[in-house]
């Protein structure tokens, strides 16, 4: 499969093109449009309770979306829901694993499963809920993004921190902590409009999105009729 990105970093559609016979998955809901010929089958992936997990705890659907090309190739465009960009993620030996935030997963080429991961007890006070989607295997991960992306690259030892609700994805290489902003001081993290940050070490990369979709979500609620101020 290759993925060809147009429309970035905006409004962001990738272009899964797929050989004579070849299969790619993709959230559910995520299709934009795709070549004559495509044949589609829509199912819970390694059953009910590994649908669930994906849905209650890696905030991703129960259902994943197969598509497969005629024998003569053909195409499927993807988007996420929220605007913004997106990147590709090659899986291949020696890097067969990276990890998601929930709702970051958009396609993937048939070599890569997906499933959701317990990331630790940190995770539930930095607001992510625990899990994560994990991506395995070789082969190619399309990840989406609210807002512009960041690629950072940590050597071995250096040291970034990003708010949680920016975070996209990390390599399993990355060792975190979760803290307050603001460290030791559960006032002044609340004055400074930060609760929780990552505060990653490498070696690896991390992913990371301008715009947080739970601030989104705060300031709509504040504006809707009745909302809070």
């Not at 559609?13 to 299969?23: D, I, K, S």
């Not at 994990?134 to 040291?159: K, M, P």
């Not at 990653?200 to 009745?226: D, E, H, K, M, W």
């Amino acid at each position: 499969m290759r993925v060809d990105l147009r429309h970035n970093p905006s409004w962001t559609v990738a272009r899964c093109v797929l050989a004579p016979g070849e299969q790619m998955k993709a959230e559910s809901g995520a299709m934009l449009a795709h070549s004559a010929g495509i044949s589609i089958e829509a199912k819970m992936e390694g059953g009910l309770m590994a649908g669930l997990r994906r849905s209650v705890l890696g905030g991703e659907s129960m259902f994943m979306t197969t598509y497969t090309a005629p024998h003569n190739g053909g195409w499927v465009d993807v988007a996420a829901n929220l605007p913004g960009d997106a990147i590709t993620i090659d899986l291949e030996p020696g890097q067969d694993r990276f990890l998601l935030t929930k709702g970051c997963w958009l396609a993937n080429s048939v070599g890569v499963g997906i499933d959701t991961k317990w990331g630790g007890a940190r995770n539930l006070f930095g607001g992510e809920g625990g899990f994560l989607v994990e991506a395995t295997g070789h082969g190619v991960v399309v990840a989406s993004c609210f807002g512009a992306l960041d690629v950072i690259d940590l050597e071995a030892g250096e040291q970034v921190v990003v708010d949680t609700g920016h975070v996209v994805a990390y390599a399993p290489t990355i060792a975190y902590n979760i803290r307050r902003a603001v460290q030791g001081r559960s006032i002044q993290s609340m004055k400074s409009g930060e609760g929780f940050v990552f505060e990653f070490t490498g070696p690896g990369r991390v992913l990371a999105q301008s715009r947080n979709p739970s601030g989104l979500l705060g300031y709509i609620g504040a504006n809707l009729p009745g909302g809070r101020a």
